[in-house]
């Protein structure tokens, strides 16, 4: 079962996840607006098999004010996420990237409601929970290969292109990412910031 911990009912329904639209999905998907239905769920919230969506204000709302037992629930989630025990998806407006580092995802909240018809679709027919599809969308490799070099180009953006290219943790990560995505090692020694970025745009 995917559960979907979302307070911001009016925003979901203007986005298109309508009750109707929702209903639709009652087989697969629970969603959660507040703390009474989350503690009512709490029994089947961490079961193996699950996916959490959880929208990261929740507990913000004042309708949802911290307890023992919903501090004890932000805990879960945090080592849930930690251990990568289960797919958890944090999403929220603040974010302005997407990531995925094993089975926690994180993303902006209208990416998380265009890509969720096509997320579930997929996990109705083929039984399993794909964060890139929820991530990325169904062109999940060629929007992720997309994102990474978009990332990339955004830390070399007051590089020279004639000045000696020069690896760092941020570019790195993108750079492995692509490097798996697309079977291509890109050379990364000896280079200037323009062969480097030729490199990227024949991916």
């Known amino acids: 079962m995917i559960y979907l911990i979302d307070d911001k009912r009016e925003r979901q329904q203007k986005l298109g996840w309508t009750t109707e639209v929702l209903a639709g ?105 794909s964060l890139k599809k929820l991530v990325f969308g169904s062109s999940d490799q060629a929007e992720e290969t997309l994102q990474h070099k978009s990332e990339i180009y955004r830390s070399m953006y007051d590089k020279r292109d004639t000045d000696i290219f020069r690896l760092n943790p941020k570019i790195n990560q993108s750079l492995r990412q692509l490097e798996l995505l697309t079977n291509v090692k890109i050379i990364v020694t000896g280079i200037t910031n323009a062969c480097f970025k030729r490199q990227l745009e024949e991916l």
Request: no cysteine; glycine share 6%; charged share 25%.
């Open 25 to 129: 999905f009652s087989d697969i998907l629970t969603p959660i607006y507040d703390n009474t239905e989350l503690q009512s769920q709490i029994n089947e919230l961490f079961k193996d098999g699950n996916a959490i969506l959880f929208h990261e204000s929740f507990f913000d709302n004042p309708q949802n004010k911290k307890s023992e037992q919903t501090d004890e629930i932000g805990q879960k989630l945090a080592e849930f996420s930690e251990k990568r025990s289960f797919p958890i998806v944090r999403f929220s407006g603040s974010m302005g990237s997407r990531r995925i580092d094993k089975l926690l995802a994180t993303i902006p909240f209208g990416t998380l409601y265009k890509h969720l018809t096509i997320f579930l679709e997929f996990y109705r027919h083929a039984g399993e929970v």
